[in-house]
């Protein structure tokens, strides 16, 4: 084996009919079977005014190359023990599927619906601002990634095999680039179908998967979990218990507190969604004065400031940036404004989104201490709440030109957007709390020095960026993954505070499948 990098033009290197043939040819190979080019990572280097794309490849002998293991066909299990999952999101789904690969019947109880019959909802809520509690951007099959974006890219090397993960999304209908390209992504058009493929290997193992199902209380006995209680008075009993219930299942946090099961306050981010023309975030990282050409994806960007508000560093930072992308509604009530970013698999929308967070921790919501571990999750609830207010009650956005945030100035008028709801010109330091809004003006002057031209009017502020990961962590032993109180209950993935994105969810419901079925393993 041997590793070699080949500095390519956008134009040979987001070729996709040409891609590979190009490879053997740029390193003079016969494509005859005596040695393969497998690209392991493939980046845009726009340090320079000449962009080029870096693709690093491994030279393989036949004995050495390795054919991918992912498959879409698994053992039966349709009679084996059977251990519950509450939530489908990706930390759900991939857990089902490594208890199946250990020879254990999965039951997945999702609250929301289906792929497809949830699009209807998020048409409802786009459309006739009428958000279903049940099934939303956040709650429905495939959880909130689904529907917000598809980014692949994760910083958890050391929670489990990314590789493995993505193989078995290309076993499932994913493109095979997301293998090698440095920040890989699916899209919002094309992850339902995955999922969907994900669901239906399940229930072709004897695996069971149900829709419009709220878990509503847990059938505890002696400090074990021996199953839960569904809305509609069905018990569902088995071995074990994983809560896969995604960031935003604030009754789950609550009956959990309710059953004096032992949960923790947790750090989060607080902040808003800034958007801009995608053209103008182009020229700036591609250096360009034009548009960006037929082959160089849409561009995007990590910023992070460390402000000073009152004597206290707080953290800035962008986050889940959306290039050639869609800002969409992500409350999970009626009476809430949430905004979260997502991009189509072309992403060709005009339009460039991130948020913009700023770090938050106990003393943001020390007036809500009585909550105990709640406290967070009723501060950031309460923001929310807010925007709805100011913003006029429905899910019309609160929205302020970027310059006039940072000067001050309420809008006047507003730049078009890609919100679909709509927007309402506010003053957003009536919606954010005082030292956020102080953390962000400062960012945004600190990002216009660093992206010239960022810090603009023709850019825009959006509220709130809220649900950037779980307001409340759910404890866990280290190494058995189980909770410290509770026997057989197995909290993971973002909703637990073990995740951050799609893949170290998917990553961390493989882990606590293994846990489980090693506990009960080791019980009986």
Known sequence: MKTV?????????????QFETLLYKKLGLK??????VQPVKRSIDARSRNVVVRVQCELLSPSEKKSPTATTTYQQVGNKQQIIIVGSGPAGLFAALRLIELGVKPIVLERGADVQARRRDLAAINKDHFVNPESNYCFGEGGAGTYSDGKLYTRSKKRGDIRRILEIMVAHGAKEEILFDAHPHIGTNKLPKLVAELRQSIQDAGGEVYFNTKVVDLILKDETIKGVVLQNGDRVEGEAVILATGHSARDIFHLLHQHNILIEAKPFALGVRVEHPQILIDQIQYHCTGDRGPYLPASSYALVHQANIEGQDRGVFSFCMCPGGFIVPAATAPGEIVVNGMSPSRRDSKFANSGIVVAVDENDFKEYAKHGALAGMIFQSAIEQKACVIAGGTQLA???????FVDKRVSSSLPETSYQPGLASVEMREVLPKRIAQA??????????????????????VGVESRTSSPVKIPRDKDTLEHPQIKNLFPCGEGAGYAGGIVSAAMDGERCAEAAFARITNKS
Request: charged fraction near 25%; aromatic fraction near 10%.
């Open 440 to 461: 962000l003006q400062q960012g945004f002057r600190n990002f216009g020095t660093r992206m010239k031209g960022y810090l603009t009017n023709d850019a825009q502020i």
């Open 398 to 404: 609160p929205a302020q030109r970027l310059v006039d």
């Open 31 to 36: 494509k005859d079977g005596d040695v393969y």
């Open 5 to 17: 990098e080949l500095v390519l033009s956008p134009a040979e290197a987001f070729n996709e009919e």
